[in-house]
């Protein structure tokens, strides 16, 4: 076919071009899954030249099919969210679904507007960042009444529903445990607040990790709100008790960054006068002073499995609700070192 042509582009064009069967390319539209990588990259390609595309979204609103999964965040300003986000494309793309992002800001307004998309049928499923069903449809309707769901990095609160993310328990344990591997028996578990489920896990990796050394150490935890502000206050709160940390185990990297500019402040060295370990490994932690020690979440891996589980729920729906729990990995920076007698 001559690309230039003004003549509609058929589905034998398409074939044509891509040098396959029609059946093919109907596979491919219909079920990329079931069509091998190589093979649906030279239809989608073939598609874009032909200028197919306004037919195969036709085929689509046939099937009931938009082709397009939501993502609704809290807030797009994580640091952790573009490599979800990443992981979360990169699958759709390859499978032939589109991505629309819901941020919500934690409104339940902003949340309702997203939720617009689903009754007029323009997604074909959700996947939750937000750490709790829909909250414009629940508890008001069954979660049945909704298309399939996957949680990814924070469990949906209630819900029934496949989840995808870092074992945060493992990861804060194997944390905990190198704090005291350098000696250290006053370490201070920094978390974001009773509500936050993932700062509970995180505590209890913590705990576990307390329970497993050679002398008892002593379970300490002190609450911030998650972001670096909160770790400069916690500091500010922990300097005015007679008995101080040696070490700083935060919730997450902003909390540390907080913590070791709080601390440098007040004139102390990290990690000579105090330890600091962080969670997420964002992208600031290595460009800080001292380069913080985290914990790596392998952000794009639970993106690619979270998209892959909720395409699989829509050609093979079930109510099965399941955990995939990723590694989270150690990385060894400068923030951490052995302790001091005294502090």
């Known amino acids: ?8 582009a058929t589905i034998e064009d398409v074939a044509k071009l891509a040098g396959v069967s029609i059946a093919t390319v109907s596979r491919a539209i219909r079920k990329p899954e079931k069509v091998a990588e190589s093979t649906r990259k030279k239809v989608t390609q073939a598609i874009a030249r032909t200028g197919y595309t306004a037919n195969a979204m036709a085929q689509n609103l046939r099937m009931q099919r938009s082709k397009m999964v939501m993502v609704l965040t809290s807030s797009i300003a994580d640091p952790n969210f573009p490599g979800i986000l990443i992981g979360l494309e990169k699958t759709a793309n390859e499978r032939g679904y589109g991505v629309l992002i819901g941020n919500t800001e934690g409104t339940i ?5 997203y939720l617009r998309f689903l009754s007029a049928g323009m997604v074909d499923g959700l996947v939750l960042l937000t750490g709790h069903l829909p909250v414009a449809g629940w508890p008001k309707s069954p979660a049945g009444s909704f298309p399939p769901m996957v949680a990814a990095t924070c469990p949906a609160s209630g819900a029934s529903i496949p989840y995808i993310g870092t074992d ?10 190198y704090l005291v591997s350098l000696g250290h028996k006053r370490i201070v578990y920094v978390g974001a607040g009773s509500s936050d489920h993932i700062s509970d896990l995180r505590h209890l990796g913590y705990r576990k990790g307390l329970e497993e050394s050679a002398t008892p150490i ?3 935890r002190v609450d911030g709100d998650g972001s670096s502000e909160g770790g400069r206050a916690v500091v500010e709160r922990l300097f005015i008790k007679d008995t101080l940390p040696t070490a700083f185990f935060c919730y997450n990297d902003d909390t540390a960054i907080g913590v070791i500019s709080a601390l440098r402040l007040r004139g102390h060295n990290v990690p000579r006068d105090f330890s600091v370990i962080g969670f997420d490994d964002i ?3 290595n460009n800080i002073t001292p380069a913080l020690t985290t914990i790596r979440q392998p952000r794009n891996k639970i993106g690619e499995i979270a998209m892959a589980t909720l395409l699989d729920q829509l050609s093979s729906p079930t109510k099965e609700a399941f955990q995939t729990l990723l590694h989270g990995d150690l990385v060894v920076r400068e923030s951490c070192g052995p302790t001091k007698s005294e502090v």
């Open 168 to 177: 945060d328990v493992a990861a804060a344990k194997m944390a905990t445990e």
């Open 283 to 285: 992208p600031f932690a």
């Open 1 to 8: 076919m001559n690309e230039n042509s003004n003549k509609p």
């Open 218 to 220: 002593e379970d300490w």
């Open 109 to 113: 307004s902003l949340e309702e507007n």
